[in-house]
């Protein structure tokens, strides 16, 4: 009688060894190959992600850049996720250049000095330092102007407030984070003058609880849209709550909050990535250079438009767009105020790469302090 | 027939060999079988596990580099757990210590090394120390709970070190994102041998120098004696006239000053500049692996480094198998739980027989489980 109480965990135990030899069995075709040199004519690529991919944001738009590679002759793929920068993203870089990856995307702003430090090491092997400053011999870094379809976003926003108060849910007071507001901000009051950008920070990219409490903070205080930079859908979903309008980034936002969603600001990888690998298959890739694509090149781009947003506010968008498309990019052309007035850049003049990557201030309309 | 449990009247010895060993085994095969469920290949996967965290040079320095911060912490917290003074607050006394460190960095940066670096594993001890010794103070003062306290302190500490980043020590050429400048030549800890020891750097020196200390501390000083018998509880360590209160300071600003040390190697070390993504969690880490290893700096270092060398081999399965990052803080769990678990069969044996019920429900001293039924 004893024996039954013995059986349970005695079964379960040699059902995971069953398990596992099958396991075993049957994967020991497809295991990953031991460091080494790649097969020829494979180009082996690697990713590293500082979040977990899951189904929507910042990663995941990353990692359908990835998906778009590998449908590419010959190249195969691999990632890592949740990487924490600093030592652990070191050893990620290092394992991916020892184990055979030829070319590695590090697509996280903290993953600059550790990308740089294992290149030193691996002169052969290629990387790709997404959104940094830093480059060397055999690092490029590349990014993608989000800050257009940003002011897109932005003059959608300014035409569907009533109340002329839109509420941007912030991440960190980096300048890509900055120069999104920004670029929103002016592209609100391209359409609409009046009204005000308030923002909050939450100091975050993934804390759907705490983002959508500060979308909830904004609306309590009159915003009647919400635009937000975090990879959660909290914020959405605050909207939606309070029978609000919202505005999504990086991924299309609008299965979240359908009733609320205007519209999405988002990433397209794919273009710029497949451009590198053809680059490094013909030999043709640099290290040393700084790749900043736009809405012309595809890397960035808007959503359809929910059904609420009329025609009209469609067409002029749109027609803002087209500009936009064709590489006409007068966004950051002053004269441009800052939040006290003071003309930061002057009429005519036009905000060179550097600054806008170093951007530190607020324009005039936005309500909030860039600590 | 019942199942019973006794407490084990000696201690098992080298059979606890046995049961660590079978805990971990029985967690990595539970692991195998997750991973066959997800379509991996199950004894495969462990083989590269096994492969990522010992199988060569680089995976063995990795781990160890990895293992100097985890030890370190452990070691402080295991100090003021010795005698009941549940001190959370590592995570925070770590990044008071890599502000220290980088005050003084920042500050001398222009002095040579062999000053500018024991400045700063002194500033940043004296950070941490004092960092440790706000919970104690209240606990002593006003009877403030310290678990409480030292974990509150730990968001004060990272808020504190953001805020100086994001603002007075943000590095103007790095076009406002969240870091200090990088530290001059003598604000570095070097590594060791780069050609053969890999990412092992010079404050591995730390931990042995560390560990012969608190072991020598505790078994052959009178102050550590008394720790020790004040690990009975206050009231106890008060009635045989002990200085509770002294002890109390003692060991939370020591372990303060421990996790300092920490956090100083780390940013000078690994980082050579101050960022928020300094702080990864190895005080928390360091809770664990302190009770682990039942407070003893033998097992804290062993643990610590088995622990750094699991992560390490997790990041190299999650490459090489390409399973979700979630994988490897399940498979981490998992072992920490079977190991802790099987803990239980160090102190308490388990035997089938007929036990004398205690009361009619069977319970009591000899609590009885798993009766069977028909």
């Known amino acids: 009688m004893v024996s039954k109480t013995w059986l349970r965990p005695l ?42 991919v899951g189904e929507a944001g910042y990663c995941w738009a990353q990692d359908q850049g990835r998906k778009a590679l590998e449908k590419m002759e010959g190249v195969k793929t691999s990632y890592v996720e ?27 702003f903290g993953y600059m000095d550790p990308t740089l430090k294992v290149a030193k090491d691996f002169p052969n092997v290629k990387f790709m330092h997404c959104s940094g400053f830093k480059t060397a011999d055999n690092v490029s870094n590349y990014f993608g102007r989000m800050y257009q379809a940003r002011y897109l976003t932005g003059m959608v926003a300014g035409m569907m407030t009533k109340s002329n108060l839109i509420g941007y849910v912030a991440a960190f007071p980096i300048p890509e984070v900055i120069r999104g507001i920004n670029a929103f901000t002016l592209g609100v009051r391209s359409v609409n003058p009046q009204a005000q950008v308030r923002v909050v920070w939450t100091k975050t990219w993934f804390d759907p609880a705490l983002e959508k409490d500060a979308a909830m903070s904004l609306l309590d205080v009159g915003a009647d849209v919400i635009a937000q930079h975090q990879d959660s859908p909290g914020p959405q979903e605050a909207a939606q709550q309070r029978g609000k309008y919202s505005i999504g980034y990086n991924s299309d936002m609008a299965r ?42 595809g890397v960035v781009d808007i959503t359809p438009f929910g059904p609420m947003v009329p025609k009209a506010v469609q067409d002029k968008v749109l027609a803002k767009k087209a500009e936009l498309v064709k590489g006409v990019d007068n966004i950051f052309v002053g004269p441009i105020k800052g939040q006290a007035g003071d003309v930061k850049i002057a009429a005519g003049a036009r905000a060179e790469d550097k600054d806008l990557l170093g951007m530190t201030w607020f324009v005039e309309g936005v309500v909030g302090s860039v600590q | 027939m019942r199942l019973t449990i ?3 009247e000696e201690s098992l010895g080298w059979g606890a060999l046995v049961v660590y060993l079978g805990a971990l ?15 991996k290949p199950g004894l495969g996967g462990l083989l590269i596990l096994f ?48 502000i220290g460190a980088t005050w003084a960095a920042l500050t001398f940066s222009g002095w040579p090394g062999y000053i500018l670096l024991p400045l700063m594993l002194l500033s940043a001890m004296l950070a941490g120390g004092l ?53 001059s030549p003598g604000g570095l800890i070097e590594r060791m041998a780069p050609g053969v020891l890999g990412k092992l750097h010079w404050g591995l020196l730390a931990c042995p120098v560390a560990g012969v200390a608190f072991a020598v501390f505790l078994s052959r000083t009178r102050l550590g004696f008394e720790l020790a018998a004040s690990g009975e509880g206050e009231r106890v360590a008060r009635y045989a006239g002990l200085p509770y209160g002294f002890l109390v300071l003692l060991v939370m600003g020591v372990g303060g000053a421990l996790a300092g040390l920490a956090g100083c190697i780390e940013t000078s070390a690994t980082l050579g500049r101050l960022q928020p993504t300094v702080l990864t969690g190895y005080g928390y880490t360091a809770i664990v692996v302190a009770w682990l290893a039942r407070l003893k700096p033998v097992p804290i270092a062993c643990t610590a480094y088995l622990l ?16 979700p990052w979630s994988f490897g803080s399940i498979m981490e769990g998992a072992i920490l739980l079977f190991v802790i678990a099987g803990q239980f069969f160090l102190t308490y044996s388990v035997s089938l027989g007929r036990a004398l019920p205690v009361c009619a429900g069977g319970a009591g001293e000899t609590a009885a489980t798993g009766e069977a039924r028909p």
């Open chain 2, 51 to 98: 492969r990522g965290a010992f199988g060569q040079s680089y995976s063995l320095t990795d781990g160890l580099a990895k293992a100097i911060p985890i030890f370190l912490c452990a070691l402080g917290v295991a100090l003021s757990f010795r005698m009941q003074v549940w001190n959370i607050g590592a995570e925070g006394q770590f990044a008071l210590g890599a």
């Open chain 1, 82 to 108: 949740a990487v924490k920068e600093g030592a652990e993203a070191e050893r990620v870089i290092e394992n991916m250049a020892r184990s055979g990856h030829e070319l590695i995307f590090a697509t996280s």
């Open chain 2, 308 to 323: 750094a060398a699991l992560r390490v081999g997790l990041e190299v399965m999650q490459m090489e198998l390409q399973v």
């Open chain 1, 256 to 297: 979240f909050a359908p009733k609320a969603h205007l519209v999405s600001a988002v990433w397209d990888w794919a273009p710029m990535y497949e451009f590198i690998v053809k680059e490094v298959r013909a030999g043709t890739w640099k290290g040393g250079r700084a790749l900043w694509w736009g809405m012309d090149k």
């Open chain 2, 25 to 39: 085994a029985l967690a990595l095969l539970l692991c195998a079988g997750l991973l066959s469920l997800y379509g």
């Open chain 1, 11 to 52: 079964g379960l135990f040699l059902a995971c060894l069953a398990l596992a030899l099958a396991g075993c069995k049957g994967g020991q075709d497809n295991a990953a190959p031991a460091a080494g040199a790649p097969k020829t004519g494979e180009l082996k690529i690697g990713f590293l992600y500082s979040s977990a």
């Open chain 2, 131 to 183: 960092w440790g010794l706000i919970p104690a103070t209240l606990k002593l003062r006003l009877g403030v709970s310290e678990i409480i306290s030292s974990l509150m302190l730990n968001y004060i500490g990272a808020r504190l070190l953001e805020f100086l980043v994001f603002s007075v020590w943000r590095d103007p050429a790095s076009f406002g994102f969240p870091m200090t400048a990088e530290f």
């Open chain 2, 6 to 8: 006794h407490k084990r």
